[in-house]
């Protein structure tokens, strides 16, 4: 059964940092990962999504990496900026379903 | 980009009454929509899959009388929370696939659902 881990559960940083938000998931077999955005009471944003096929995506100041054979990706959040406080969640697709990460809520103070 | 709605986006409601969410595609067909429920600070818990003019799918655990859902449309499904308990006070999302694109799919902005 696939699971999906997002470590840290919090994270909280000055502006102007860069950072890492990882998610692990135990079966490799995965059509793609997907990297969402939730505001508070929101649903969710897209943010960028990895084919199984690729290693990494980027968009502006993100960039999502995936490494199958570990069960792994990370987004990396460059120059981070108040705005970005959200929580940021990661889900694979199995056989037409998201299996999702609890998530990593961020904090980037001013 | 393709777009979702729900309504209500939010709904206070005395226990022991019903509430009906929607949720629409609204520039395209979606032959499968999925409801989510999520707890604070916990990940989505896939509810059911929602075939368009078939019974839905209910996940392990969801009381498919307690939560019904309806895909009468291609553009429109709908859940229904019946005779609802403070327990069932949650956030509610969907999401719609367009037909035809089965690994994707598009989120709508849920709806907070408070029983008193």
């Given at each position: 059964k696939q699971e999906v881990t997002q470590i840290p559960a919090a994270l909280s940083v000055p502006e102007g940092e860069n950072l890492v938000l990882n998610c692990s998931f135990?079966?490799?077999?995965?059509y793609n990962l997907q990297w969402f955005r939730q505001d508070p009471g929101k649903g969710l944003t897209s943010l960028l999504l990895i084919q199984s096929s690729q290693r990494e995506q980027t968009s502006g100041r993100l960039n999502a990496s995936l490494d199958k054979s570990s069960g792994r990706s990370t987004l990396y959040i460059a120059a981070s900026q108040p705005g970005d406080s959200a929580t940021y969640l990661c889900a694979v697709r199995n056989n037409y379903q998201l299996i999702w990460g609890a998530g990593t809520k961020l904090i980037i103070k001013p | 980009g393709a777009v979702v709605s729900q309504h209500p986006s939010r709904v206070i409601c005395k226990s022991g009454t019903s509430v009906k969410i929607e949720c629409r595609s609204l520039d395209f067909q979606a032959t499968t929509m999925f409801w989510y429920r999520q707890f604070p600070k916990k990940s989505l818990m896939l509810m059911a899959t929602s075939n368009e003019g078939s019974k839905a799918t209910y996940e392990q655990g969801v009381e498919k009388d307690k939560f019904l859902i309806n895909h009468a449309s291609l553009t429109l499904s709908t859940l229904t929370v019946t005779s609802a308990h403070p327990e069932d006070s949650s956030f509610y999302i969907c999401s719609a696939s367009p037909s035809g694109a089965p690994n994707e799919q598009f989120f709508g902005p849920g709806t907070r659902l408070t029983v008193l």
């Open positions: 135990t079966d490799s077999a995965i | -």
